[in-house]
């Protein structure tokens, strides 16, 4: 009933849509960003909202010379990942950048947390902001002043990004407000968060430029997004983080309209700073930099590493030069010392701030190769391999279950009640064997065979202390020595015909299979495929053939195919992400009950991967092939449908929606929904103008409407519900795709068996406005708003309506 009086509202709109989308040829000439930053000048921090911290930092500055000016904004050899270089006589210590988002990668004693996909599957802001606190205690604990995350960028327009597990969601609002939280998180445990990649890094294949068989530079793959897609979803997210006070943001190695993450003067100058006016400084990724003073204009405020390990130096002499001959104005200089200083200043890193842990500088030999070559004394603390994990583990742990998803239940099968005999199967359940990380080796990330997953690879992994694996978690809550536990973790083994492994277990069948399967993707490549690896299908389909109560657990970087979700043998089915070092006590906290899973999809399962076509990622033999620099280009044709919106216009089945997830319980949203206008007047279509603020426009936060809805726990034990408010909004005056409907409110609440609790969603002026690329505003369609309350994307229990502007 919801559904068709939603559809029927919608057909006229979307018959002129697909009359305007067939016409529309794809252009990529109208598809270039401004090189030069005559049109987008550097507009100079303020230090609006950090006023003391800037008055410092302009003392500090007024104080240096130029070379020592270049010496804060270019990195140089050091300890950490990323070092800025100490200046003795005004005692500052430099400043120590290490990788996140999901650990300290390169360091000793440090804990392994959840990636941001287990984070996005948990809807819970207090989570995002605990997990951020945590993390910057062990930065601090290891005398490191900035960590590189978290991550809203990839935002996952593919399925297959190989990066997209650091990040959250493909959805901004579900993504901007865990991003925020996590920043806010880090940040109050002192420690400078850096939001990247800005912008539109969603995909790894070519990401950096390659040379061709003559030498031949090709440039790295451009992203070309329309203006509107740009703000209304890979914008959203970073906004909130200039907003909440983020101290940096890293620009992106891949083009964005055919020029550089690091030289665009529109996205940099004019979006990120004079928009959103963003007052930090702007880092490079990992030689990202491609020029000197083109970037330095363009907005760009700190080369990293800015050595010449990964890429030839731009900045350092070069910069002092541009600056005494005029090509970068020293007022331009001083602009960038101010955004790096009055961050660090802010957050009173110069005060009582631990020494670099001695021991860090082993883990960065392959690429600053001999620290007694350092150009410069880096202050150590004392003794090396500081323990900083704390009791974090207790904290991961709860996260990692948290941000579990049950898809499927039958018959409740699950929580397990007291099996005697316990089947566990597949090369996920075990422990590692190659390390104590997804270690890169000969080049290669690598997709080991054996051992659980619980990040995926790269810079954005880390080095484990210890992991508990599901088997080992197992055997320990089902008491293996009065039951039964019995094993094979060998694929190969698991589907050989009439494999004699399988019927060596008994007595047979097991009381329950647990399958464990997982789905590795790491930086530096896209995933190849959205099945589970390790013919993981196979396995299901092996096991479901002999056990009729088969559960199926995936440890996954994000959407998996499942051809065996509707087996009535697969009575149950966990989407358990990437939980960090705690993973087999996060899953049997969940398999056993002792937590009520809450997890709910941050993404669409579909049922095959050609689902996803929609938003392919740029790659080909010819394109590998090419001598032509410009030949890598990725056209955002889909705009703003991607995910649960593509599938939701297209009305398309999936296999399991964005935001769905099952509890032990259940839960019921009253029919009654209500909103409540919050402002007085008639509204303006765009909002009032006024000076611009960290986040842009002040008013875009006015809050406008309040949803209101009731939900209750329907069920027999406590469990946390996430009611979920969606709204369609009209099209005003915007062109392209217009989403059926968006996620514009969440709550994570417990609820205890027959409990009721009210629930209201606050929704500001950016939450129901269009961005119209015409009027460069966020603007406020005429016409009735339709809200709907429910349980995930394609679960509405109820629905109600207002208009803000008739
Ligand atoms: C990219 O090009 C599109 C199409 O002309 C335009 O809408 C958009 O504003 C451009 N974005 C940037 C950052 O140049
Ligand atoms: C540097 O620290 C020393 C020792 O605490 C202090 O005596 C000196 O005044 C400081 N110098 C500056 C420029 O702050
Ligand atoms: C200024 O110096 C920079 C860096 O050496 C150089 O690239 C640029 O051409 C110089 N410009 C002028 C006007 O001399
Ligand atoms: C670093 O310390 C060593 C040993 O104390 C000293 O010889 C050297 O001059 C220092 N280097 C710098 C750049 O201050
Ligand atoms: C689930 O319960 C139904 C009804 O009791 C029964 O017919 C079916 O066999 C059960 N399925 C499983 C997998 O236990
Ligand atoms: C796994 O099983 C296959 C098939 O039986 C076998 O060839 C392989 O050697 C086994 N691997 C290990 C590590 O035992
Ligand atoms: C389910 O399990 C039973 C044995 O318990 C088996 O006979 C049947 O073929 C299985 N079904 C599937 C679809 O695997
Ligand atoms: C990219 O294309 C090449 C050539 O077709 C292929 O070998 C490679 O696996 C592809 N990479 C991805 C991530 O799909
Ligand atoms: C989706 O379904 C609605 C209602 O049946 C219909 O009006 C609309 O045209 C469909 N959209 C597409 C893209 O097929």
Not at 129 to 140: C, I, Q, S, T, V
Not at 256 to 277: A, F
Not at 478 to 487: I, P, R, S
Not at 688 to 703: E, M, R, S, T
């Amino acid at each position: 009933m919801l559904a068709s009086k939603r559809r029927g509202t919608n057909v006229a709109a979307i018959l002129a849509l697909f009359a305007s989308a067939s016409a529309l040829s794809w252009d990529h000439s109208q598809y270039l960003s401004s090189p030069s930053s005559d049109e987008y000048p550097n507009p100079n921090t303020k230090g609006l909202g950090w006023n003391q911290a800037f008055e410092q930092a302009d003392e500090f500055i007024s104080q240096l010379t130029v070379e020592e000016k270049v010496g804060l904004v270019s990195g140089t050899e050091g300890p950490c990942v990323g070092n800025i270089a100490p200046i003795y006589r005004l005692n500052f210590t430099g400043i120590c950048i290490q990788n996140g988002p999901l650990a300290l990668e390169q360091g000793s004693y440090t804990s392994i947390f959840p990636a941001g996909v287990t984070i996005a599957a948990t809807w819970d802001r207090d989570l995002a902001f605990k997990h951020g606190y945590h993390l910057a205690e062990e930065f601090r604990g290891k005398g490191s002043q900035v960590i590189l995350g978290p991550v809203a960028g990839p935002l996952g327009r593919s399925p297959m990004g190989g990066r997209n597990w650091e990040g959250f969601s493909p959805d901004p609002y579900l993504t901007g407000d865990l991003f925020t939280s996590t920043i806010e998180g880090i940040q109050d445990g002192g420690i400078q968060a850096c939001a990247k990649h800005f912008i539109g890094n969603e995909q790894e294949t070519q990401r950096q430029p390659s040379t061709d068989d003559n030498g031949d530079t090709i440039e790295s793959v451009s992203s070309n997004i329309d203006d509107r897609t740009l703000h209304e979803l890979y914008v959203w997210p970073f906004q909130q983080a200039v907003k909440a006070g983020v101290a940096s943001v890293m620009c992106s190695y891949n083009r964005l309209n055919q020029t550089y993450g690091c030289e665009n003067s529109k996205t940099l100058n004019g979006i990120l700073k004079t928009e959103l006016g963003f007052q930090g400084y702007v880092m490079s990724d990992w030689a990202a930099t491609h020029s000197g003073s083109r970037a330095v204009n363009a907005g760009e405020d700190m080369d990293m590493p800015g050595t010449d390990q990964l890429s030839p130096v731009y900045w350092h002499e070069s910069l002092v030069k541009a600056v005494k001959n005029g090509s970068v104005p020293s007022t331009r200089l001083d602009d960038m010392c101010r955004r790096v200083m009055t961050p660090y200043f802010h957050l009173k890193q110069d005060k009582n701030f631990p020494g670099v842990d001695p021991n860090a500088k082993d883990f960065n030999k392959l690429l600053f190769s001999s620290p007694d070559q350092y150009k410069y004394n880096f202050t150590f603390g004392s003794e090396p391999n500081v323990d900083v994990r704390e009791n974090h583990g207790q904290a991961i742990r709860e996260a990692g279950a948290a941000g579990i998803v049950l898809l499927k239940n039958t018959n409740n099968t699950l929580p397990l009640k007291n099996p005697q005999h316990i089947g566990v199967f597949g090369n996920d359940a075990g422990d590692l064997t190659n390390g104590m990380s997804y270690f890169t080796f000969n080049g290669i990330l690598n997709n080991y065979e054996y051992g659980v997953l619980a990040t995926g690879g790269g810079s954005g992994s880390g080095l484990f202390t210890y992991i508990v694996s599901p088997l080992e978690a197992i055997k320990q809550k089902a008491n293996f020595k009065a039951n039964l536990v019995q094993y094979v973790l060998n694929n190969s083994a698991i589907i050989e015909q009439d494999s004699p492994y399988l019927s060596s277990l008994q007595p047979s069948p097991p009381d329950v299979c647990l399958v464990f399967l997982k789905s590795w993707a790491t930086e530096s490549m896209d995933r190849e495929t959205l099945h589970t690896d390790w013919n993981g299908d196979k396995v299901v389909d092996r096991i479901a053939s002999v056990c009729p109560n088969t559960v199926v657990v995936t440890h996954s970087s994000g959407a998996n195919i499942m051809p065996w979700a509707n087996n009535p043998n697969v009575t149950a089915i966990l989407a358990a992400h990437l939980p960090g070092q705690e993973v087999g006590n996060s899953i049997v906290d969940v398999l056993w009950g002792d937590v009520n899973p809450s997890g709910h999809l941050p993404y669409t399962i579909a049922h095959s991967e050609k689902s996803y076509d929609f938003a392919p990622i740029t790659n080909s033999t010819s394109l590998l092939n090419t001598h032509d620099p410009k030949a890598w280009q990725s056209d955002f044709k889909e705009g703003v449908l991607i995910d649960y919106r593509h599938f939701d216009y297209y009305n398309k089945s999936v296999a399991y929606e964005f935001g769905y997830g099952l509890s032990y319980t259940t839960f019921a949203i009253h029919k009654e929904i209500s909103a409540q206008k919050k402002f007085s007047g008639d509204l303006s279509h765009s909002p009032p103008a006024a000076q611009i603020v960290p986040g842009g426009n002040p008013h875009l936060w006015d809050v406008v409407y309040e949803v209101s809805a009731t939900i209750q726990n329907t069920g027999k034990v406590a469990g946390f519900a996430v009611p979920q408010l969606y709204l369609q909004l009209q099209r005003g005056s915007v062109e392209g795709y217009v989403a059926k409907t968006v996620l514009r409110g969440f709550e994570k609440l417990q609820l205890d068996a027959g409990e009721s609790k009210k629930v209201t969603f606050s929704l500001n002026r950016r939450d129901i406005s269009n961005w119209d690329a015409v009027k460069q505003q966020w603007v406020v369609p005429s016409g009735e708003i339709q809200a709907f309350v429910g349980l995930s994307s394609r679960d509405f229990h109820g629905s109600t309506s207002f208009t803000p502007i008739a």
